[in-house]
């Protein structure tokens, strides 16, 4: 960290702390990932490889860029581009939900960086406000949208083969598609598409309200199962939705 000058927190969450610092050679300003626990952790070397070599495959526009990562004194540093704000404190800002022309704006940005993603077959799987960062735009009025860019590779994962299963245990409880509240392992490139038309991350309201995760199940269980001329497939999710509205 001799390079760089700390100049306040961004945020903390479960596995570190951002830390918004100053490059002492050139002056710009980043977002530094400090890692809590040491490099010995299966778990923090594991998740941060994961997401170095998701964030170097995945360069574009939309997606935030890696611009080093390095080991000191047995803890892990991740040091990305410094955006401004991310969707949670632009919601807060508009107590109400967004505008609609908005939504549009950053349903758009959000799309390009899920579609580059989904062509290197890789899932995010944790799509949610928090994890959606932008620059606002100069426009005084808020009128249009700022640059948005999609963050957090932690849980992203590079989708299987076959018949391989992954695990259910991924992304926010809030944002979590109905086949993962029903522990479904056998999932794809839907989940994200879930979580981009997810009412919460552009209005701030949910439709699953739960302290806990089997709360959020019982809930996903009572909607209304479709009907059986709708598809004539089905996923996890439904056929579990299906039997559990059939009578006895």
């Known amino acids: 960290m001799n ?3 700390v100049v306040g927190v961004v945020g903390e969450g479960a596995y570190g702390v951002v830390l918004k610092c100053r490059n002492k050679e050139t002056s710009e300003i980043v977002a530094v990932k400090k890692f809590k626990e040491s490099d010995e952790d299966e778990i923090v070397r594991k998740t941060t490889l994961r997401e170095v070599k998701m964030l170097r495959s ?12 390095f080991r000191r004194k047995q803890k892990l540093y991740l040091v990305f581009e410094y955006v401004e704000k991310n969707l949670l404190e632009i919601l807060e800002e508009h107590p109400s939900g967004l505008p609609l022309e908005l939504v549009r704006q950053y349903v758009h940005q959000l799309t ?8 290197h077959n890789i899932v995010h799987r944790d799509i949610k406000p928090e994890n959606l960062l932008i620059n606002p735009a100069p426009d005084a ?3 249009t949208a700022g640059h948005l860019k999609l963050c957090d590779f932690g849980f992203a994962r590079t989708l299987p083969k076959g018949d391989q299963s992954i695990t259910d245990y ?5 944002y979590r598609t109905p086949e993962l509240l029903l522990g479904c392992t056998h999932y794809g490139k839907g989940i994200d598409m879930w979580a ?6 552009w209005t701030g309201s949910r439709f699953f309200r739960a302290r806990a995760t089997s ?21 996890c999710a439904t056929r579990a939705l299906s039997a559990s509205s059939s009578p006895t």
């Open 112 to 119: 390009r960086a899920v579609a580059w993603c989904h062509q």
């Open 3 to 5: 390079k760089y000058e």
């Open 196 to 201: 981009i038309s997810w009412p919460s991350s």
């Open 58 to 69: 995945l360069r574009q526009e939309n997606i935030v860029s890696l611009k080093e990562a």
């Open 141 to 143: 009025a808020g009128a």
């Open 170 to 174: 991924v992304s926010t409880r809030w």
């Open 215 to 235: 709360t959020s199940s019982t809930s996903s269980r009572s909607c209304s199962a479709p009907s059986r001329r709708s598809s004539t497939t089905c996923s």
